[in-house]
């Protein structure tokens, strides 16, 4: 059963507004509803990653401790504008501006009651960074006769980066709630530390921004086929086996055995390739050229007699390594080092280096010096 109005002690004014409250309760949940699913939908088709979406409904115990302090200032319940609200949390700070940007198109600002607290801070202050909007629910977005009020509401939605959220929430903890005057020292303590946190938002958006500037760089050099100006690393690598650079290979050992070629992930072999001390694109190409018909004697040596039909992709890449680690010297140990980096039983493996040493030594690439 829900609490007796009168038991809050508000006054007649705060009290009809509690009651208009209670009367609206179905529209407040519904437009919590919309809300929320308006966002989730915007916010995934837009590819946008964030960190927390967040709705409530204000509680009535709530409601009624805000108006016992300042009840007085609101003429009706659709004066305030927090019954219903949203929070967005981001991740970086720039995602803040789209997701805002979202917003606007989804639903109607009321602009001159919407604040950018980032923009309020004089040059030598920290503190609180939100972006509130208060907004409508638009006839577009949603109508209903038998709720007409759910276009009148006023909500508010907070945006604000996971850093932001941090700070806003030891703030409120430690400098609001308490309801005790904060020393001196402990203000300008929370103000240095305030700084710091809007110094790491901002550096965590340049690291992004930069890292994304050199991976379309990366992207480039690719593309334009400058191997040896682009170190080997994850992002290179993946960037070069866009370009498939081990299937005319696997295709010419599938044809031994008119094999059906599955297609495999490469990018285990990328661990292998450092181990081999590879530092460029240019030394993977290097070593496509000049060992790739080695690899494929090895290949034929190993498969021509046997009725294998479907082969991984991957044999290319496999076959490669294992001829350019004969080639430099490399023995037993060295083989089942490789695969032991892919993975897998580390007995079988010394078992497989040994049978590939057997193959390669009725090979002539393995005598070359």
């Known amino acids: 059963m829900p609490e007796n109005i009168e038991s809050y002690g508000l006054d007649l004014h705060c009290s009809l507004i509690l009651k208009e409250y209670r009367e609206l309760n179905p529209v407040f949940f519904k437009a919590e509803e919309i809300i929320r699913k308006a966002l989730e939908d915007s916010i995934h088709s837009n590819g946008i990653y964030i960190n927390a979406l967040e709705t409530r409904v204000k509680t009535e115990k709530s409601l009624a401790g805000k108006l016992d302090l300042k009840g007085g200032k609101y003429g009706g319940i659709f004066d305030l504008t927090d019954i219903v609200g949203a929070r967005i949390i981001t991740f970086y700070s720039d995602e803040v501006d789209k997701i805002s940007a979202l917003v606007d198109r989804i639903f109607d600002i009321d602009w001159a ?33 038998d709720m007409p009020q759910i276009n009148s509401l006023r909500f508010e939605i907070q945006m604000r980066t996971a850093i932001q959220h941090v700070w806003a929430t030891m703030y409120h903890d430690i400098g609001y709630k308490s309801g005790i005057e904060i020393p001196k020292d402990y203000i300008r303590n929370l103000n240095r530390l305030a700084g710091m946190l809007e110094l790491a938002d901002e550096q965590f958006s340049l690291i992004r921004t930069n890292i994304n500037d050199y991976r379309r760089q990366v992207q480039q050099l690719v593309a334009s086929g400058k191997f040896d ?32 070629v599955h297609i495999a992930s490469s990018l285990p072999f990328l661990e292998v390739l450092k181990d081999l001390h590879f530092e460029t694109l240019g030394d993977v190409e290097r070593m496509i050229r000049e060992d790739s018909d080695d690899a494929y004697a090895l290949a ?17 890449i496999q076959d490669l390594c294992l001829v350019h680690i004969i080639k430099n010297g490399g023995g037993r140990d060295a083989l089942t080092h490789m695969f032991d980096l892919l993975g897998g039983n580390p007995d079988y493996n010394r ?19």
């Open 300 to 316: 034929v040596y190993q498969i021509g007699n046997t009725d294998i039909d479907i082969i991984a992709s991957t044999i290319a």
């Open 113 to 145: 009651n919407s604040e950018d607290k980032r923009r309020q801070h004089e040059l030598n202050s920290f503190g609180y960074n939100s972006l509130h909007y208060i907004c409508r629910i638009p006839k577009r977005l949603y109508s209903n006769p």
């Open 229 to 260: 100006d682009i170190h080997l690393n994850g992002d290179s690598f993946a960037s070069y086996l866009k370009l498939k650079p081990f299937t005319k290979l696997a295709q010419r050992i599938a044809a031994i055995n008119q094999a059906e």
């Open 351 to 369: 078992d497989r280096a040994e049978r590939v040493l057997t193959a390669a030594g009725q090979l002539s690439f393995s005598h070359k010096k």
